[in-house]
């Protein structure tokens, strides 16, 4: 969800990027969030990665602006964390996060930053911090996320109407593909080919036609005479969709019957001959076979509206004042 990646995103930055923040000297408040503060540097340290990419990477003319959007727009997901946290220590009961739980959480994040563990022990002793610490930061996080869980997605209902009506508009997500297995027969023309070996090829593939007709096994000619991909299977192609194979051979086979052998069918690589041995038809999946995904696309809907009245209700009742662009 996008409320919980936000969270995710700010306080993994705080805890793997920046240096051990809460032991330097406070040089600046700019931001009291009830009983806690968020200084300058705090602050600043936590953006510099973010503040860093846009320099690296934005290209347009108005980079300050956008730096100066991002930061006041970081600075309220950061208040937003320490009311979230706040939250989670007033009603954090009952809720037990694993010792074994936050090591594969770090775990995670050290793969995706390319770092081994102890290579990432060494970063937090040269910047004064531990292991211990950031375990501890990262349990808290958790337990706010579960937290957070527990306050929204408890006042979420998902109605069977709800779920009727989202099937309804939107049926085509729901549309099986029409798909048809064939066996294949394949005589390829040479590059260049002119008209004589062009009818050589098509009275050989005429040929081998009327013996498949004449009741010989699809199967042995075309292991034998094939020079298409699926020759040592008998020609088995398997199931295709449509827009996979060549037009031709394509129009053919979805209109064939079950069983049905095609004509001799010529396309710009050779001659084919084709056999429909099974078909899928393209029906719409019935609603009780998607039920729980419709369910859960509308729950995520619902809970990313339902964190912003959530969030915006702590918001109007905690003392929050923000100083950073005061004089």
Not at 159 to 188: A, F, H, M, P, W
Not at 189 to 204: G, S
Not at 254 to 276: A, C, K, R, T, Y
């Amino acid at each position: 969800m996008k409320f919980y990646k936000g969270i995710v995103l700010i306080l993994l930055g705080l805890i793997l990027l920046c240096a051990p923040v809460r032991a330097e000297v406070v040089d600046k408040i700019i931001a009291v969030v009830n009983e806690e503060i968020i200084t300058l540097y705090e602050f600043d340290t936590a953006f510099e990665p973010y503040r860093k990419n846009i320099e690296n990477t934005y290209k347009g003319t108005d980079k300050e602006a956008v730096i100066k959007q991002t930061r006041e727009a970081f600075l309220q997901r950061l208040i937003d964390n320490i009311l979230i946290e706040q939250e989670a220590k007033k009603s954090g009961a009952g809720i037990i996060v694993k010792d074994e739980e936050v090591m594969e959480v770090l775990q995670d994040v050290l793969a995706k930053q390319k770092l081994s563990m102890r290579e990432y022990l060494k970063n937090l002793a040269q910047e004064g911090n531990s292991l211990d610490s950031v375990k501890k930061e990262i349990r808290g996080q958790m337990m706010r996320a579960r937290i957070l869980r527990r306050e929204v997605k408890a006042k979420i209902l998902v109605s069977d109407e709800e779920i009727g009506e989202y099937y309804n508009k939107n049926r085509q997500e729901y549309e099986g593909k029409e798909t048809v297995r064939i066996k294949q027969i394949l005589l390829l023309l040479p590059p260049d080919a002119d008209k004589t070996i062009i009818a050589k090829v098509k009275n050989e593939a005429m040929q081998l036609h009327k013996r498949v007709m004449n009741g010989e096994s699809f199967d042995l000619l075309a292991l034998n005479y094939s020079q298409g991909p699926a020759a040592a299977q008998g020609g088995d192609v398997g199931f295709i969709g449509r827009g996979t194979i060549i037009p031709e051979v394509e129009t053919a086979a979805f209109s064939l019957p079950v069983g049905q052998v095609s004509e001799v069918i010529e396309s710009s690589v050779g001659f084919h001959i084709i056999q429909v041995v099974d078909k899928k038809g393209a029906g719409l999946k019935p609603i009780a076979a998607v039920r729980e995904e419709i369910k859960t696309k509308i729950e995520d809907e619902k809970l990313d509206k339902k964190f912003d009245e959530w969030i915006a209700s702590v918001r109007a009742k905690s003392h929050i004042e923000v100083k950073l662009y005061k004089e």
